[in-house]
């Protein structure tokens, strides 16, 4: 394989982990608003569970004052995404 050739795999192999990323983070906020409105109004053990996930989602977006779905959306591609850049170009080997 020609250099290029390896570095379009390996940046491609970075973009789609960081989509995931986004993907990961967004349906968890986005799920955790629906959990709420069905069981977010009573009282125990799952109840606490949804909100208290649903407040550690939004503490990025409090702090920074932004968009909570933005916010978590940079926030699961920097988190994926890194170590896979990080994988790919310092560990993976690809044959020649």
Known sequence: MDKKHILEKKLFATAKAAVYGVIFFDGMLVLDNFAYQIWGKGSGLLTDIVTSLGWLLALPAIAVG?????????????????????WQFTIKEYEE
């Open 66 to 86: 932004a968009n909570a779905l933005i916010v978590d959306g940079i926030l699961g591609a920097l988190l994926f995404g890194i170590p896979t850049f990080f």
